[in-house]
T-cell receptor, first 112, second 112 residues
Framework: DTAVSQTPKYLVTQMGNDKSIKCEQN?????MYWYKQDSKKFLKIMFS???????INETVPNRFSPKSPDKAHLNLHINSLELGDSAVYFC???????????FGPGTRLTVT | AQSVTQLGSHVSVSEGALVLLRCNYS??????LFWYVQYPNQGLQLLLK??????LVKGINGFEAEFKKSETSFHLTKPSAHMSDAAEYFC??????????FGKGTRLHILP
């Protein structure tokens, strides 16, 4: 059983489109995260939710909107996609007090 | 602010040789420290972590790391490299606001 899953694995789209990435975890964790990894492998946190409440919101364009319908899911919606949004997006989850994060396989987003 | 510095974006070692990946951190509070590994086209996997207690931490796949407060270091070692160890390795430190700050990563190459 996959602990943290993301769909889709690959996403190719044109500038200006709106797209969503879904994330689900079956570990019973209470905290979920979205990270962006650029072409140089640099990993930067974007958002964090604890029990459906937003607790970390880094300096991210407001075109990016996370949504957490329940503790096990954290989706990422991106409006008006730009070339610079091309990256690999990782979802992760943890128990808040352990800091040990489990990562999904990533979604490679390519904006053309 | 907390930060992580990984020395060397690329490290090459021969198969069977010692692996040493360097990580230094800055933190105003006792940190939690992590090493993650990323194999090509996969998510990050936790290798080991330091929270409190014993400063020599053993992880998966024969890796270990030692927390040295006086040197603000958390270097990763493995006595004998295998070809399967070729991957990207990330050092990370937890932050007071629940964020994990990642280093820029070190690509480990194993030479036959």
């Amino acid at each position: 059983d996959t602990a943290v899953s993301q769909t889709p694995k690959y996403l190719v789209t044109q500038m200006g489109n709106d797209k969503s990435i879904k994330c689900e975890q079956n570990l019973g964790h209470d905290t979920m995260y979205w990270y962006k990894q650029d072409s140089k492998k640099f990993l930067k946190i974007m958002f964090s939710y604890n029990n459906k409440e937003l607790i970390i919101n880094e300096t991210v364009p407001n075109r990016f909107s996370p949504k957490s319908p329940d503790k096990a899911h954290l989706n990422l919606h991106i409006n008006s996609l730009e070339l610079g949004d091309s990256a690999v997006y990782f979802c992760a989850s943890s128990h808040r007090d352990t800091y040990e994060q489990y990562f999904g396989p990533g979604t490679r987003l390519t904006v053309t | 602010a907390q930060s992580v510095t990984q020395l060397g974006s690329h490290v090459s070692v021969s198969e069977g040789a010692l692996v040493l990946l360097r990580c230094n951190y800055s933190s105003s509070v006792p940190p939690y420290l992590f090493w993650y590994v990323q194999y090509p086209n996969q998510g990050l996997q936790l290798l080991l972590k330091y929270t409190t207690g014993a400063t020599l931490v053993k992880g998966i796949n024969g890796f270990e790391a030692e927390f040295k407060k006086s040197e603000t270091s958390f270097h990763l070692t493995k006595p004998s490299a295998h070809m399967s160890d070729a991957a990207e390795y990330f050092c990370a430190v937890s932050s007071w606001d629940d964020k994990i700050i990642f280093g820029k990563g070190t690509r480990l190459h194993i030479l036959p």
